[in-house]
């Protein structure tokens, strides 16, 4: 029986995959796996990952986060966390979510796999969140208008939009 091929291409640290055909060039040495049904190997390794009672590392959120086919940005909103934290997160630079966040990312992460529906309210949602947080950051922003010949002043809201 042949040994377990390391399935890096994954982008996890520690999966392998047994019962596959690998092929090797006895040359150049290049190691060429066939690997039938990814997608649902993809669902299963994230179905596993889920359901993993220790916290989740940064590249198998990521993991989740692209088996969910959301894009970073979108899914920064849905948890509530800014797309460089998760940027930061998913490459190592962080330890890890928030116990909230995290298990808010399990569940995006397997209900937007169980059909376009959810994934698309997930991502309506997700520019929702955006919309409101950019409209936020709008209002919480003072303006000033440069007056001709004296100065500045406080700006009005019909001047600052």
Not at 40 to 59: F, N, Q, S
Not at 120 to 131: G, P, R
Request: glycine share 6%.
């Amino acid at each position: 029986m042949a040994k377990p091929y390391r399935y890096d291409l994954s982008g996890l640290k520690d999966v392998c995959l047994a019962g596959i055909v690998v092929y090797e060039c006895p040359k150049c040495g290049v190691v060429v796996p066939v690997i039938p049904r990814i997608a649902e190997l993809h669902d299963v390794i994230a179905r596993a990952l889920v359901k993993e009672p220790r916290p989740l590392r940064g590249d198998e959120i990521r993991f989740l986060r692209k088996a969910a086919a959301l894009p970073a940005r979108k899914f920064a909103s849905l948890l509530g966390v800014t797309p460089v934290h998760l940027s930061r997160i998913e490459n190592g630079h962080r330890a890890k979510l928030g116990k909230a966040a995290e298990r808010l990312a399990r569940f995006i992460a397997i209900k937007a796999r169980d059909g376009e529906d959810a994934r698309e309210l997930f991502l309506q949602v997700a520019d929702k969140l955006e919309t409101e947080a950019l409209k936020r950051t709008q209002a919480d922003t003072s303006c000033f208008k440069l007056k001709r010949g004296s100065g500045w002043e406080p700006a009005q809201a019909e001047d600052a939009a």
